[in-house]
């Protein structure tokens, strides 16, 4: 371990890398208000009882992914790990975020999970998430998933996979965990060869076996009837509006009965965004229905339903389609010959960057033009403003056009309109 690197699982995102950033947080900021959500911000850290209550006991999270510590007033506290339990505290905390028995809430920002670090899978990442408290209706589950597929499509992502499931209710899932046990408890030797994970899982959850990634655990389960086959007439309903409603929209998806998600507190519709551009960690995007958390979490009775894509997995899947995303604004270069024009230079910067001009000057007494367009080159400029002593005596200035290499000289004072009408 040294302390001149980053910690294990986390990284500096470097400069070349933040238009991707911009993009995707503007975009998504754009898209949602479109749909009349509105960003919220919660703390960074909270009680760890918050997650280990709302993500629920037995899942990943909770069981070896948190950041948890005890502060220096005795407090335990988790860093966060997901943005959901925060929110739902908030809007507990905070009623009057309801109107109209609705909600439209979405957050971004980093997520901490002591994960084993790869390609795609950090100890420090990043989340968008979107959650829509108080409505039951499929309606609300069609918005949620076609949001996030006109997400993607907006940033020109390519090569998805939206899978839906339900995984019932309440109700179901007693019914559901006894049919996959009685199923599995068919196999003689199903101690010897389920994973680990899942052996305690047998009695625990059941359903969590479903979406193990054990190969072994895999061709226990082909032919386990669909669970929906399970669920009540109510949950059926519900599913085969949000499939209807999506067709109606075209979204593309595919119904996939062995998604169930990591988190304990999905209820109903459940979904996954998969990018074929990614290799093992090529989930972009999970969301479903939880519509019991809000009153496990001491609120009022609320269905609600929402996602959260990893910012990170999404800029991965850009770049591998080649994708690439620059800083777009064109750079204005004052090139001052001589110290004695660098006073007027500062002054044009000024001018310039009140006027939105993206500018810039060579703060280091380089006297030469030469030296100046050498410097303007790799800055990239699009244009160069000369100042030299012919020119002040005339006061005007010389416009370079750095693209054509034509030089145009115009009085001084009317820099900001021929820029304007140049760029
Ligand atoms: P995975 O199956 O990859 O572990 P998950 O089910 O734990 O994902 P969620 O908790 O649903 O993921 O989080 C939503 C999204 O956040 C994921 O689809 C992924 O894009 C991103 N994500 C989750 N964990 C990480 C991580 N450790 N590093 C980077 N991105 C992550
Ligand atoms: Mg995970």
């Known amino acids: 371990m040294t302390t001149h690197s980053v910690p294990r699982g986390t990284k500096d995102i470097?400069?070349?890398?933040?238009?991707?950033?911009?993009?995707?947080?503007?975009?998504?900021?754009?898209?949602f208000d479109l749909y009349n959500y509105q960003e919220i911000r919660t703390p960074i850290f909270e009680h760890a009882e918050l997650f280990e209550q709302g993500i629920g006991q037995g899942t990943?999270?909770?069981?070896?992914?948190?950041?948890?510590?005890?502060?220096?007033?005795?407090?335990r506290l988790t860093l966060r790990p997901e943005g959901t339990a925060p929110i739902v505290r908030a809007v507990i905390q905070h009623p009057e975020l309801i109107h109209h028995q609705n909600a439209k809430l979405y957050y971004c920002g980093p997520m901490f999970r002591y994960e084993r670090p790869q390609s795609g899978r950090y100890r420090q990442f990043h989340q968008v998430g979107v959650e829509y408290i108080g409505e039951s209706n499929p309606e609300a589950d069609i918005e949620i998933i076609s949001m996030a597929y006109r997400f993607f499509e907006a940033l020109g992502l390519e090569k998805l996979t939206v899978n839906v499931n339900s995984i019932g209710d309440e109700i179901s899932r007693p019914v559901i965990n006894e049919a996959i046990r009685q199923f599995l408890g068919n196999t003689k030797w199903l101690e010897k060869e389920l994973c680990p994970r899942c052996l305690p899982r047998f009695n625990q959850n059941p359903l969590r076996i479903l979406d193990c990634k054990n190969e072994v655990c895999n061709q226990?389960?082909?032919?386990?009837?669909?669970?929906?086959?399970?669920?009540?007439?109510?949950?059926?309903?519900?599913?085969?509006?949000?499939?209807?409603g999506l067709k109606?929209?075209?979204?593309?998806?595919?119904?996939?009965?062995?998604?169930?998600?990591?988190?304990?507190?999905?209820?109903?519709?459940?979904?996954?965004?998969?990018?074929d551009n990614l290799g093992a960690q090529n989930a972009i995007c999970g969301g479903g229905r939880y519509d019991n958390l809000i009153k496990k979490m001491g609120g009022k009775s609320t269905p609600a339903i929402g996602f959260a894509f990893g910012i990170e997995r999404i800029i991965l899947a850009l770049q591998a389609q080649k994708k690439v995303i620059k800083n777009t604004h064109s750079l204005i270069f004052i090139?001052?010959?001589?110290?004695?024009?660098?006073?007027?230079?500062?002054?044009?910067?000024?001018?310039?960057?009140?006027?939105?001009f993206k500018s810039e000057m060579d703060y280091a007494q380089k006297n030469d033009l030469k030296s100046q367009l050498k410097t303007a080159n790799k800055l990239k400029a699009t244009f160069v403003i000369i100042l030299g002593e012919?020119?002040?005596?005339?006061?005007?200035?010389?416009?370079?056009?750095?693209?054509?290499?034509?030089?145009?000289?115009?009085?001084?004072k009317t820099m900001v309109k021929y820029l304007q009408a140049q760029t």
């Open 60 to 75: 990943d999270i909770v069981e070896k992914e948190m950041y948890t510590f005890t502060d220096k007033g005795d407090r």
């Open 220 to 244: 226990y389960l082909s032919g386990m009837p669909d669970i929906k086959t399970l669920q009540s007439a109510a949950c059926k309903d519900h599913f085969h509006s949000v499939i209807d």
């Open 390 to 412: 012919e020119e002040a005596l005339k006061n005007t200035i010389i416009v370079k056009n750095m693209k054509t290499g034509i030089q145009t000289e115009i009085p001084s």
């Open 335 to 356: 090139a001052p010959i001589g110290y004695t024009y660098y006073s007027q230079g500062m002054q044009m910067l000024d001018t310039l960057r009140r006027s939105g």
């Open 14 to 31: 470097l400069p070349s890398e933040i238009p991707y950033w911009h993009l995707i947080e503007s975009t998504a900021r754009n898209l």
């Open 248 to 275: 109606r929209l075209k979204i593309p998806f595919k119904v996939n009965p062995f998604l169930v998600r990591g988190l304990d507190y999905y209820t109903r519709t459940t979904f996954e965004i998969i990018s």
